[in-house]
């Protein structure tokens, strides 16, 4: 507890309520009603800077119910975004607040959106949202203005209008709400409660004090003498009004990009490209992704044994094009499991193909950002080798940047990799040759596993792909770098 005695308010032993809740937005106001429905007689104040309830956030958003599809299942998000959106149905059908269930498609327009699409079916039924999957002319049926590959129907989603939510939950509560009352001074101290001054020098006494207030949640709690040790900065969102309403009957979102997800400035070492899916591909993407595909979305740990669903060594390639050598390193090493990465929609399917027709169950492949695969879904240690076969060389000087072998990616890298963990990379541009060679040895936690130190001959693990075999045919020169993860002395090895 930190305070200067000298510009603080003195708490007095005598309260004037016990719940003093800083914040008359949808939280502060359901947080007031919850308490006092939790507790009847409990005396709480809402105090709110505002000259009415919901002036901020809870007053400009889409007013969108959401149903949780989204959430990884079994998550707080997941359970609270179910839960919440059948008690605000519940709440707003009780008070006659004006609401409406109306569902939402999720639509895909592009082949490439098609495996995110159906890993949002599997992902809405373990959270028990009811979804329906929906062809072209079922959209055309359900959205007569709305064209797609593929939809999906989420029942539970709805819209209402979250001021009269907010107001109801305001009169409801029984609370003392005080509006017009911005905080300047708290004086917080042990035992004796919380002492508020507004800015018009009313002082409030309260036995608890909540910190309801949204974007401006930060400063009160300095105002606390607590450091939250971070700073909320705000953004600002559009929306607009269709001028022909009629156009849609409910809602109509696009399929989620994981990538696009994280709001991030990081430069990234990868360009998606786009190429045409055959119907093999197409086929072996809507049959098998939801089996054996992985988005890459930031939003949980990844148990690697559960998804291979074996104990088994696992080895992360980035980049594997149409997937041809990957399958084949696959079915001659069936005792590790490869997490191949990329981002070519066409080469995704055509390794999920392979590895159906060669009775593989050591392959999963993973669509999207490697960087943040590494960084937020693979626990420490969790990795027994690293793949990088014929990356981009972003040849251009000003994108050498861009290039994925950097300081940086082998420090992340380094984390995920288990003490001994190979990192294998192979390139034909042989300027990227030298910087990779300059860049692991340079690297405290690499050591090249050629006493030379310098490029390996290709192993014979490693199959002459297609690609490899038509640039040796031009006279190109293809380096094999073979380094090994080494654990220092005064390191110790992380968590798996």
């Known amino acids: 507890m930190h305070y200067r005695s000298r ?89 006659d607040i004006p609401h409406a269930v109306t569902g939402k498609l999720i639509v895909a327009t592009e082949k490439a959106e098609l495996p995110r699409l159906h890993a949002l079916v599997q992902r809405g039924r373990e959270n028990g949202i009811p979804v329906r999957e929906l062809g072209p002319a079922q959209i055309a049926e359900a959205e007569p203005e709305v064209r797609g590959l593929a939809a999906i129907h989420v029942g539970t989603t709805g819209v209402c209008d979250y001021v009269a939510v907010a107001r109801q939950l305001a009169e409801a509560s029984g609370a003392d709400i005080r509006y017009g009352a911005d905080v300047v001074r708290i004086d917080r101290r042990p035992d004796l409660g919380a002492a508020v ?13 909540v910190n309801c207030a949204g974007l401006h949640c930060d400063e009160t709690a300095r105002l606390t003498g607590d450091d939250p040790g971070m700073r909320i900065v705000p953004f600002r969102g559009e929306y607009f009004t269709l001028a022909r309403p009629e156009l849609v009957r409910g809602l109509v979102y696009p399929v989620p990009d994981p990538a696009g997800s994280h709001f991030e400035r990081r430069i990234r070492s990868f360009q998606p490209r786009r190429s045409r899916v055959t119907t093999g591909q197409g086929e072996a993407l809507q049959r098998l992704w939801p089996k054996w595909g992985l988005d890459i979305d930031g939003q949980r740990t990844l148990d690697l044994a559960e998804l291979f669903g074996a104990d088994l060594p696992v080895v992360l390639e980035i980049g594997f094009g149409m997937g ?168 110790h090895a992380p968590d798996a």
Not at 54 to 75: D, E, K, L
Not at 197 to 209: H, K, N, P, Q
């Open 7 to 95: 510009e603080v308010v003195q708490v007095r032993s005598a309260y004037d309520c016990d719940v003093l809740v800083i914040g008359g937005g949808i939280v502060g106001l359901s947080t007031a009603y919850a308490v006092t429905r939790a507790a009847p007689g409990t005396r709480v104040t809402v105090l709110e800077k505002e000259q009415g309830p919901a002036r901020h956030q809870t007053g400009r958003n889409s007013g969108v119910i959401h149903s949780g599809v989204y959430y990884r299942p079994g998550s707080l998000k997941a359970r609270y975004a179910v839960r919440g959106a059948a008690e605000m149905i519940k709440f707003c059908a009780e008070y």
């Open 197 to 209: 001054r507004t800015a018009d020098g009313t002082i409030v006494r309260g036995r608890v004090l």
């Open 324 to 491: 041809e050598a990957t399958a084949q390193m696959a079915a001659e090493d069936q005792e590790t499991g490869i997490l191949a990465v990329d981002v070519h929609t066409p080469g995704q399917g055509n390794l999920l193909g392979l590895a159906e027709r060669s009775g593989l169950n050591n392959i999963r492949v993973a669509n999207g950002d490697a960087i943040i695969l590494l960084r937020e879904m693979l626990p420490p240690a969790s990795l027994n080798g690293l793949r990088v076969y014929f990356p981009d060389p972003w040849p251009k000087k000003r994108h050498h940047k861009r290039r994925l072998i950097q300081p940086e990616f082998l420090d992340l890298a380094a984390t995920r990799l288990k003490p001994g963990a190979l990192v294998h990379c192979a390139t034909d541009w042989e300027p990227y040759a030298e910087q990779m060679l300059e860049v692991l040895s340079a690297h405290r936690d690499f050591e090249n596993t050629l006493p030379d130190g310098g490029f390996a001959p290709r192993p014979e693990f490693r199959p002459l792909t297609r690609f490899e075999g038509q640039g040796l045919d031009k006279g190109h020169v293809v380096n094999d770098l073979l380094f090994r993860r080494v654990q220092h002395r005064d390191q």
